[in-house]
């Protein structure tokens, strides 16, 4: 079942999440989030989603990877380019509007996946936007807090 997505300025989105304790990442409550996070993702037609957004404050976030939704707990950055790229980016939470970031061109992460096992990834372009995205609603930033040339939609 998905969940409603909070809208900025909602102050929900502004709280820094917890880290998950590993106790909690096989339980049916842990199951249950991820499972409404990538729903929620999926019918919102976004590529990324973390929990803050539908106003959990755990360090977990959904990020599609190879087209699929994937679930990452409590990641964290460890290493950043020098590069940076110009991203072209939107968000669930600030609908209709539009800024451009910048944002590190390839980073590793450090997450545990759904079973509690650690993962090291080297994602790369937009897969890395994505996790950094992702990453900063776990410390409530919105890109908005960077972006440049923002754009909003027109009202119909």
């Known amino acids: 079942m998905s969940r409603p997505v909070l809208h900025n300025p909602d102050p929900q989105l502004r709280i820094k999440s917890e880290d998950v304790s590993a106790e909690r990442i096989n ?11 990538k729903e929620t993702m999926l019918k919102e037609n976004g590529v990324g989603i973390a929990a803050p957004q539908i106003g959990v404050h755990d360090r977990v ?22 590069r940076m790229i110009d991203s072209e ?24 996946n759904e079973d509690g096992e650690t993962v090291i990834l080297k994602p790369q ?14 410390d409530g930033i919105l890109f908005i807090d960077h972006a440049k040339d923002i754009e909003q939609a027109a009202r119909l």
């Not at 339980?27 to 996070?37: G, N, W």
């Open 27 to 37: 339980t049916p409550e842990m199951k249950l989030l991820i499972k409404e996070l």
């Open 61 to 82: 976030i959904i990020a599609e990877i190879d087209s699929i939704a994937t679930a990452f707990i409590n990641p964290v950055i460890s290493n950043r380019s020098f």
């Open 89 to 112: 980016e939107g968000c669930l939470s600030v609908p209709g509007t539009w800024g451009i970031v910048k944002r590190h061109r390839s980073i590793t992460v450090t997450a545990l």
């Open 125 to 138: 372009g937009f897969d890395a936007t994505i996790f950094q995205h992702e990453i900063d609603h776990l």
